[in-house]
DNA sequence: CGTCTATTTGAATGTACTCAAAAGCGGTGG
DNA sequence: CCACCGCTTTTGAGTACATTCAAATAGACG
């Protein structure tokens, strides 16, 4: 078995001897996820937080009026779940689908709760998993109060290059929450002004 | 000595002895900090992290062009600080101010650190501030991305009905992402249809 | 009381959206 | 292998939400 992409995930930062790393290993569940499959879906309760080795997904909320807003991609080596409907076992706000042929880790909120007592390491690990996100998000905020969507764009395509090029232009809108029909207009009044 | 409030907000979460509350208010310094005050300014190197006893601040991001995006406001038993640049020790993006005469207590980066290794339950509150730091932003990101700015401003006044009465509505809109002008619109309007 | 800042109001403008239609692209079946 | 179907992207016209700038009014504070 390969588990080399999510060792090396967590040795980023803790220390796990083997023992622990075993018992870690034990609660996971690797699981294929074929390209539009959905792991979670709105409304269903969220028991599990999901670590991607390869392949892509997307976590996305939908509005009242069928208004996509996407709030995540995860690619190999990201964690991805519900957040809050995942801590709290509630019934998701999210949907989260694969765009690609994916093969992710499933952990389950009891098996973390159980590594949490067994392995106190692991409360380190997630206190800088949710600390990392914090920042990300508060960065999101600054940046979509701050800067217009052809900024918010480039910033994007400049921090996710592979994303970028990988997904739908109608799922980078969503993500930076505008029209598809405006995205297209963005690009291509660029490259009229590189000419 | 009164340590009420900051000791409630730690057994929130964890459960700590005497001993080690002993320990974890003498890495604490109270502070008074005067109406109109910065405690942290955008370029300085942001050292430490505060938790509000009473008062309040606010954290915000200038932009090149002057302009405001108010971050968080952080009232009686929240902590505040700028994340990114107190995690890695380095000149912060944001200013925060206190915009009520406010008691806070300082905590440095070296001290939070010291506390992870002496009293492991503080990697578990930290991990659950964190946490809900994440989704709190998580939130917000979604609301802006699929709300109009009347409908976050009403999210915003449920939320945080004290806050919205005692901040100035530059401060709030700034929170929201709108100018002042077209906040005083919104509620303008909405009173008009309330008649 | 006077000054400074915040709020309101209004007109002109800009950024981004909606709706509709055409063009492009990718996969699937004949 | 080509043709067709469904979905994504582009293009454009008209519209709506929100901004800028300016000026008047109201509030807060020394």
Redesign the interface.
């Given at each position: 078995m390969n588990h080399y992409i999510i060792q090396e995930n967590i040795s980023k930062h803790i220390t796990l001897n083997e023992t622990e790393f075993t018992i870690f290993l034990s609660r996971l569940k690797k699981i294929q996820i074929p390209r539009k499959n959905t792991i979670l879906s709105q409304g269903q309760l969220c028991e599990n937080i999901y670590f991607v080795e390869s392949g892509a997904l997307r976590a996305f909320?939908l509005?009242e009026s069928g208004?996509e807003?996407t709030?995540m991609f995860a690619v190999s080596d990201w964690w991805v779940t519900d957040?809050?409907c995942f801590?709290n076992q509630k019934p998701a706000?999210l949907t989260i689908e694969a765009i690609e042929n994916s093969i992710i880790y499933r952990l389950k909120k009891s098996d973390l709760d159980y590594l949490?007592a067994a392995i106190?390491q692991f409360?380190?690990f997630?206190?800088i998993l949710?600390?990392n996100?914090?920042?990300r998000?508060?960065?999101?905020?600054?940046q979509?109060?701050?800067l217009p969507a052809e900024a918010r764009y480039e910033i994007f395509v400049g921090k996710y290059p592979d994303v970028a090029k990988n997904v739908k232009q109608k799922q980078i809108a969503?993500y930076l929450?505008i029209t598809p029909e405006f995205l297209s207009m963005i690009k291509h009044n660029k490259r009229k002004g590189l000419k």
């Open positions: 909320y509005d208004k807003a709030i957040m809050y801590i706000m949490y106190p409360e380190k997630f206190r949710m600390q996100a914090y920042i998000e508060q960065l999101r905020v600054i979509n109060l701050s969503s929450g």
